[in-house]
């Protein structure tokens, strides 16, 4: 049963604001230039009354998805790395069509009992990048290859695929929030490898800025190793 939209706003990685008209009956979209819809998405970002500072005793508790602007603040973070150092041809792929990402969420929403909302850092990233982001050993996949995958390939009930390794196997958005593994040529879907997009996401990150990943062409995201012997002089 499809549920009704109400009318609100919600402000983008690049900081423009979406208007949006909700009736029972149908949702209507208005948007400055890029696109995240106010009840479909997880996350309403706004100024929150108390920011988490170390030290202070206001540490952050809980998963990162309870903290719109450090969700914010690490895909930022993500996108600065592919563009000083991911791939290059992820220059070229423009952000996704917000009519498709409003489908998609529409879809996680009230088909796949997704309560809260598409995750915010998902919609962050594709609204950024409309796939071939790197996500460890998966690639996040365009919005139209989320609507075929849905359609096309029967997957597990209340699954959104969203990223794909090399072998074919899918990374899938539970409609509990969590994140699995699916694999589409036995249908056996794996279990659960986080607790949600936004905390797999500021792992990854926090890699990334460590160093601990580097890209190279033909070869995609490698982890870098420390040779015992460097290891040995830190210590």
Not at 134 to 140: Q, W
Not at 155 to 172: F, K, T, W
Not at 195 to 213: C, I, M, P, V
Request: aromatic share 8%; with cysteine.
């Amino acid at each position: 049963m499809r549920t009704s939209m109400h009318a609100g706003t919600f402000q983008s990685l690049s900081g423009n604001t979406i208007y949006l008209l909700g009736e029972p009956s149908r949702s209507v979209y208005r948007h400055t230039s890029v696109f995240e819809m106010a009840s479909k998405f997880e996350g309403k970002v706004q100024e929150p009354s108390v920011k988490p500072m170390v030290g202070t005793g206001n540490e952050r508790k809980g998963s990162i998805s309870a903290y719109p602007q450090e969700v914010k603040q690490c895909c930022t973070d993500v996108m600065a790395w592919m563009d000083e150092k991911g791939p290059k041809s992820l220059k070229d792929v423009d952000g996704c069509d917000s009519e498709l990402l409003g489908v998609i969420a529409d879809k996680y929403v009230n088909e796949m009992d997704g309560g809260k909302g598409l995750p915010q850092a998902l919609s962050l990233l594709l609204e950024n990048k409309d796939g071939g982001i790197p996500l460890y050993e998966y690639t996040m996949i365009s919005t139209k290859k989320i609507l075929n995958v849905l359609e096309n390939s029967n997957p597990p009930e209340s699954m959104l695929p969203i990223a794909m390794d090399v072998d074919g196997e899918y990374l899938v958005l539970g409609g509990d929030g969590e994140l699995y593994t699916w694999d589409p040529d036995d249908g056996e879907l794996g279990p659960s490898i986080a607790q949600s997009f936004a905390s797999h996401l500021e792992q990854f990150r926090d890699l990334l800025l460590s160093n601990k990943y580097e890209w190279i062409d033909d070869c995609g995201l490698v982890e870098i190793s420390t040779s015992p012997k460097r290891s040995q002089q830190k210590k």
